[in-house]
C-alpha cells in the first residue's frame, strides 16, 4: 500500500486508537520504500518477548521497570546517537530497531511499545527540549529518559529543564502530563522536517509538513512553514495560498509585515508561470 495513503489511514482513527509503531513506521517508509512494516512491528514483539521471561522474578512494577531498563539499554544496546544526532535515520523507526541509536522521541517510541506489550502502562511526555517516557506504577509515576537509559527524579528532571531553557525555570505539572500520539508523531514529522529544510532538501521537508497538516489540519505554523518551502521549490501559487492562510490565522503575527512583502512578490511569480 502506499505509505501516505497508509499512514493517513491509520491517523483517521481516534487518537487512542492510532497504532504508534506503525504509524511511525510507515512515516520511515515514505523516505524508505523497501521498508517491510510487518518486519519491524514483528521485531518489536521479539524484543519484548526476550523480555517478559525476565519479568518472572518481580514483584512490582518499579522492579519491572529496571528489568526492562538493564535489558533494553544494556543488553540489547538501545542509545541515544550523541555523536550523529541530526542523521535522518535517527527519526525511522526502522532503522532505530536495527541500529539500536536514535534520538530522544524515536527511542521514546521503542520503549512505548515494549513496555505495553509487557503490561506496563506508560505514554509518552514531550517535555521540553528532550522527549521522555513515564510508566504508571502501583506507587507513583516513573520517568524514564530513554536516550541515555536512565530513571529520572524530579530533581533530576527540573536539572534537565534549566539545561534546556535556561536557569530561570520552574518544573510545572503539565511539562510531565501524557502526549498524545498524533502529537508524538507530529513531534517525530517537525524533527525531520527542520533536518531536511537545513540540509535544503525541500522536497523531502514539503512531505513532513504535509503529513503534519494532516495530523493537526490548517495550523498556522505549519502553514507558514509550508508556503516558505513551496517558495523554494518554485510553487508560487501553492506558496501564496498556504501564506494567505496564515496571515488570515495569524494577522499579529510581528513577521507579517515581511510576509506581505514576500506574498506581493510571489503573487507577481506566480502570474508570471502563468
Partial sequence: MDPRKRFENLVAAPDHEIPLAEAALWIAAESRPELDVDHWLGELAMLADRIRPHFTSADSDLQRIHILNRILFEQEGFSGNSENYSDPLNSFLDAVLETRKGIPITLAIVYLEVAQRL????????????????????SGEVIVDPFFGEILSPEECLQRLK????????????????????EI??????????????????????????????LAGDEPMELRDRGIIYRELGCFGL?????ERYLAYAPEDPQSNSLNEVL??????ARRVH
Avoid at 517525530?188 to 513532513?208: D, H, P, T, W
Fill in 119 to 138: 503490561g506496563l502502562l506508560s505514554a509518552g511526555v514531550g517535555f521540553p527540549g528532550h522527549f521522555l517516557v513515564k510508566v504508571y506504577t502501583e
Fill in 185 to 214: 508523531l507530529k513531534r517525530v514529522l517537525r524533527n525531520l522536517k527542520m533536518i531536511y529544510v537545513g540540509r535544503k532538501q525541500f522536497e523531502n521537508a514539503l512531505s513532513c509538513c504535509d503529513r503534519i497538516i494532516l
Fill in 163 to 182: 539545561n534546556n531553557v535556561g536557569n530561570e525555570v520552574s518544573l510545572a505539572p503539565e511539562m510531565l502530563s501524557a502526549t498524545p500520539t498524533r
Fill in 239 to 243: 506558496a501564496v495560498a498556504d501564506l
Fill in 264 to 269: 506581493r512578490d510571489l503573487r507577481v511569480r
